[in-house]
């Protein structure tokens, strides 16, 4: 199963698009990603698209927070959680990325190296993703739209990030953050990227399960105990 919980929203009609021609390039999920501005609004439509699509992909939506306020983000996740089938933070900014990865109803920290020249994790945040079951997300889109020593920085930010997430074994994931049909890559060359950059077959398959864990998870949210232990109701 192919999942990208990262494809930037926009119309009703633009979504369509990019979905359908996801669908035909392999892909078997899709979350589009919206901001906390225009989350709410882009509910009303979801759907009526998932209507519209056929039965080999299916589509959700991922509200992307960006912010450098801790204290906004915070009250962003906590209005928007039980609505939210899966909550990303944009990183970059260190405290950002520390607040993010600290937050158990954050489902991702996603590119934690954005405007930087380090990966913008160490271990010590590393370890915090593995505790709180946040996953850091690395964007196919940050090597697709740049050059040379830019590009270069890049793909040296996710080696580093692939050398703690081995050592350290924090939730990965991988996406496009495509924004047009253009930007939509086959799932065979999507990961033929990842494979040249330094991950094994075996770690970009698992990337995809990880993805599926977090829609998992927030569907069974209200009955989780803790991670793993979930109530189940005997109709007693």
């Keep these: 199963m192919f999942f990208d919980l990262n494809i930037k929203g926009n119309s009703y009609e633009n979504n369509l698009k990019l979905a359908s021609e996801a669908s035909k390039y392999g892909w078997n999920h899709i979350n589009f990603s919206y901001n906390q501005d225009n989350y709410s609004n882009a509910l009303k439509f979801k759907n009526e698209l998932n209507s519209e699509l056929d ?38 900014d260190l405290k950002v990325n520390r607040a ?20 913008g994790i160490n271990h010590v945040l590393a370890k915090e993703a593995v505790k ?31 050398t703690l997430y081995r050592k350290y074994d924090f939730p990965l994931i991988l996406s496009s953050r495509a ?39 927030n569907r069974n949210r209200d009955d989780m105990i803790l991670t793993g232990v979930r109530r189940i109701n005997d109709g007693s």
Excluded: W
């Excluded at 253009?182 to 399960?209: C, N, P, V, W």
């Design 55 to 92: 039965e080999s992909i299916n589509v959700d939506y991922t509200l992307e927070i960006k912010s450098n306020n801790v204290n906004e983000i915070r009250k962003i996740v906590n209005k928007f959680r039980n609505r939210s089938s899966c909550i990303s933070v944009v990183g970059g």
């Design 100 to 119: 993010a990865l600290e937050n158990v109803k954050i489902d991702i920290l996603s590119r934690p190296y954005l405007k930087r020249y380090d990966s």
């Design 132 to 162: 709180n079951n946040v996953a850091i997300e690395l964007c196919f889109k940050d090597v697709l739209r740049s050059y040379l020593s830019h590009r270069s920085k890049v793909i040296s930010n996710f080696k580093d990030v692939y």
């Design 179 to 217: 924004e047009s049909v253009y930007d939509i890559k086959t799932t065979h060359d999507f990961m033929a990227f990842f494979r040249q950059t330094g991950l094994s077959e075996e770690e970009i398959i698992k990337s995809f399960d990880n993805s599926l864990n977090i829609l998992d998870f």
